[in-house]
Every structure is written in structure tokens, then in C-alpha cells.
């Protein structure tokens, strides 16, 4: 409708002007010297807004209560499985922490009974040591102890030999005396004869007239028992040899 008035007036003002053209022919108007400036007539034209789509919105269905109760239950069952594989980490770490203190407790405990062993090593090296030293001392002792009872005994058996006639220098006669606590002379053995019978024979009488060393009756039992339950002498017409 709003195109149909405007071609209208459109059409009605071209009537017009033709009109005037042959008006001011006829009356023999003069033109004006100011200039006429004829311009169109605009059209208005608006732009029609149109409404904007309206959203549709889903209506979203509220969860079931049914729903919501797994949901807590599955949320329920995360906390339990997170505090289970927590327990077991705890577990896991006490574990470690226990075989780790079990351990230094053994390598302690083996430090220690090393070190209580190296001390008694050191401690029986020690002792057998002091001993060896101390027996060495005692064997010194009973050794001088001894050859003085041996040249008693020498000396005894020497002022109490009468050597025969028929001795020579290369004649040596060994014999073995049975001798008690006492000091007396209870056997007379030959160990080794010169292989002239009146020289053993001296030697033997020799023996039976010293028949008592009284000073042995001084002697410690140890000393008695160790060396002179037996006494071997050489005779030989230089000296006498025990």
C-alpha cells in the first residue's frame, strides 16, 4: 500500500509540473534568475526488526532420588577404596620401616659380638702370653732348681765311686737311678755298660753306698716328679756326666 501512494504522488506532482511549463508558455513568463532546484522526494524506508528466535530450553529432569543415592554411594565407595589403598600405604611404609630398624639391630648386635670377641681374643692372646712367659720363667727356675740337686747328686755319687784298676779314659758306663720322694735309692739299672764287668761293677757300688740324696726331701713334688723320679748318669774315668 505505502508503494502504491508514493507512485501516486509521484504522478500528481509530474502533472503539476507539466502544467505550470505550459502556463508560463502561454502567458509568456519570463524565468527567474534565481536557479530552482528540484529534488526528488525520498521514500522513507524503514528496516522491519524482526524478533529474535526465542531459546528453547530443554526442561532438564531433576535426578531421581534414586539417582543421587548411587551417586552417594559410588562417592561413598571412592572415600573407602582411597582410605583402603592409604591403609595399605601406611601398612606398606611400617613394614619397611620395621624390617629397616630390624636390620640395624642385627648389624648392631653383630658389631658388638664382634667386638666382645676381638676383646677376648685379645684378652686369651694375652693370658696365654703372660703364661707361655710365666711357664718359661718357672721352666728357667726349675731348671737352675735342678741342676743344683744334678751336681749334688754328681758330687755324691763321684766321692762315693773307686775306680778299678783295669779303667781306661775311652770306658763310659750309663746307669739309670730309681729314686722316692725321700731321696733314696730304690734301683740301680745299666743303660749302657763300658763292656768291662769291674768297671760296671764300680758304678753300681758307687750308687748303693750314696744311697740317700736327704736334700731332695726339699724338693717341690712337681720338680721331684718331673726330673728326678729318674736320674740317668754316665761314669767315665775323666768325670761323671749326668
Do not use: C
Not at 27 to 37: A, D, F, L, S
Not at 93 to 107: F, S
Not at 201 to 220: D, N, P, T
Amino acid at each position: 500500500m505505502r508503494d502504491s501512494l508514493s507512485y501516486g504522488i509521484g504522478i500528481l506532482f509530474s502533472l503539476t509540473v507539466h502544467g505550470l511549463v505550459l502556463w508560463a508558455l502561454v502567458i509568456g513568463w519570463q524565468p527567474m534568475t534565481q536557479q530552482v532546484v528540484i529534488q526528488p522526494q525520498y521514500i522513507e524506508a524503514k528496516l522491519v526488526q524482526l524478533a529474535p528466535k526465542k531459546k528453547v530450553v530443554k526442561n532438564l529432569k531433576k535426578p531421581s532420588s534414586n539417582a543421587a543415592q548411587k551417586k552417594r554411594e559410588k562417592q561413598k565407595r571412592l572415600e573407602n577404596e582411597k582410605r583402603k589403598e592409604q591403609a595399605r600405604k601406611e601398612r606398606r611404609r611400617k613394614a619397611e620401616d620395621d624390617r629397616k630398624e630390624q636390620e640395624r639391630l642385627t648389624a648392631e648386635k653383630k658389631r658388638l659380638e664382634e667386638a666382645e670377641r676381638q676383646r677376648q681374643l685379645i684378652e686369651t692372646e694375652f693370658a696365654d702370653a703372660i703364661a707361655a712367659e710365666q711357664s718359661l720363667i718357672n721352666a728357667q727356675e726349675d731348671e737352675i732348681a735342678a741342676n743344683s740337686y744334678r751336681q749334688l747328686i754328681q758330687r755324691r755319687l763321684s766321692e762315693n765311686w773307686n775306680r778299678p784298676p783295669s779303667a781306661r779314659r775311652e770306658m763310659e758306663t750309663t746307669i739309670r737311678l730309681q729314686l722316692v720322694p725321700t731321696g733314696r735309692i730304690v734301683g740301680v739299672t745299666v743303660l749302657k755298660s763300658s763292656g768291662d764287668a769291674a768297671f760296671d761293677r764300680s758304678v753300681e757300688q758307687a750308687a748303693f753306698k750314696a744311697g740317700q740324696f736327704i736334700e731332695l726331701q726339699s724338693m717341690s713334688p712337681v720338680l721331684f716328679e718331673k726330673k728326678f723320679r729318674q736320674v740317668d748318669v754316665a761314669f767315665s774315668p775323666q768325670d761323671l756326666r749326668l
